[in-house]
């Protein structure tokens, strides 16, 4: 059967296609590369037939700042080169947000192709440095400005529809309740496909969590009741959970 790519490549195929990429990073940024590595599915071992490249061209600290991507796809194969100076990369890496728990596996463990001065190490340790009270600050940022907002759209769609909206709503709930969890928990999941699965092996979860992640992945999203009540418990798990971890939904009435 002939397809439009992504086409069926080896793990070895995609391995010297990084180098080749390398290689014509090397031309175009010579000296200027501090550290080249490799993130995602291909820098853990764990991708597939059709899995794209993910890199890093990090670049020594200059007067200007550098923060862009290369981003292709050479038809069999897509990549996507992220180039940029290091003090970016290390902040990045520093930084707590709603997506930490998806976004910052990268910056633990990344493949390293050429990394002479040892970058990547000190990339690890400021992915680990973010204090308590910066996670807390994002998990009440999710709270408020994500499950608060989408208990209100599922409120309206109850009401007065449409009822099509309530499959999509769910799943908003599943993603961002197993970020709450991956940043409750300080812990990152290895890729996108295993959020859903992988939330529901901690520990701690707020009740009503299980059941809309179950209901997610199960696809059965058809019953409007079924999903509304499924989020009603969720939403009423958080404020409990949330009091009990001294996570903060409301405020007072105008807090500035």
């Known amino acids: 059967m002939n397809m439009n790519g992504p086409e069926n490549i080896t793990r070895n195929e995609r391995l010297q296609t990084c180098q080749e990429i390398a290689a014509r990073l090397h031309e175009v940024y010579g000296a200027k590369i501090l550290a080249l590595g490799v993130y995602g599915s291909v820098a853990r071992g764990t991708d597939g037939p059709f899995s794209d490249i993910e890199m890093f061209c990090v670049l020594e600290e200059s007067d200007e700042d550098v923060d862009f991507s290369h981003e292709w796809s050479a038809g069999p194969w897509k990549a996507e080169v992220n180039v940029l100076s290091a003090n970016v990369l290390l902040h990045m890496a520093a930084t707590v947000d709603e997506g930490w728990p998806l976004s910052h596996g990268a910056f633990f463990a990344p493949l390293a192709l050429y990394d002479p001065k040892d970058f990547f190490p000190t990339l690890k340790k400021a992915a680990q440095s973010p204090t ?42 599943a993603q961002y309740g197993a970020m709450l969890l ?34 997610v992945m199960s696809g059965e999203l058809a ?19 949330a009091a009990k971890h001294h996570y903060v939904i409301h405020t007072k009435r105008i807090p500035f």
């Open 182 to 215: 991956g940043l409750h928990h300080r812990t990152c999941y290895s890729t996108g496909a295993q959020v859903l699965p992988e939330s529901l092996l901690l520990t701690d979860r707020p009740d009503g969590y299980e059941q809309v992640a179950k209901l």
């Open 223 to 241: 019953d409007p009741a079924k999903i509304v009540a499924a989020c009603e418990q969720f939403w009423s798990g958080l404020h409990v959970w």
């Open 132 to 173: 308590q009270e910066a996670f807390t600050e994002a998990i009440n940022g999710v709270l408020v400005g994500e499950m608060y907002e989408f208990i209100g759209k599922l409120r309206n769609a109850h009401l007065n529809g449409p009822h099509t909206y309530l499959p999509y709503l769910a799943m908003q709930f």
